[in-house]
């Protein structure tokens, strides 16, 4: 089993920043991917980026040059900076780790980020 514990959301205004971070305990060999997602109010949970225990990103289109996903081995933790952020961006922000073929798959409680003037 593994537990994903997000932290780092807040409010904030247009054009700041933020720095989420999930952290990782219990069986996480069996991890390969981990990744972030978000789900805005009325709106499906979508991607946000992910990185592989190889250190491969991925973000999608809406983010790509304003968010930053990273990893510390040592600390079995993931952190993604956000940086330019906009309205668009309010939504609640899930950690998730998962293995070969999403099996297994973990998700964290989530953690809301408002940007809002």
């Known amino acids: 089993q593994v537990q994903l514990v997000e932290s780092g959301g807040g409010l904030v205004q247009p054009g700041e920043s933020l720095r989420l971070s999930c952290a990782a305990s219990?069986?996480?060999?069996?991890?390969?991917?981990m990744g972030w997602y978000r789900q805005g109010p009325g709106k499906q949970r979508d991607l946000v980026a992910t990185i592989t225990r190889g250190g491969s990103t991925n973000y999608a289109d809406s983010v790509k040059g304003r968010f930053t996903i990273s990893k510390d081995n040592a600390k079995n933790t993931v952190y993604l900076q956000m940086n330019n952020l906009k309205p668009e961006d309010t939504a609640v922000y899930y950690c998730?780790?998962?293995?070969?073929?999403?099996?297994?798959?973990?998700w964290g409680q989530g953690t809301q980020v408002t940007v809002s003037s």
């Open positions: 998730r780790g998962y293995g070969a073929d999403w099996n297994p798959d973990y």
């Open positions: 219990g069986v996480i060999f069996s991890i390969n991917t």
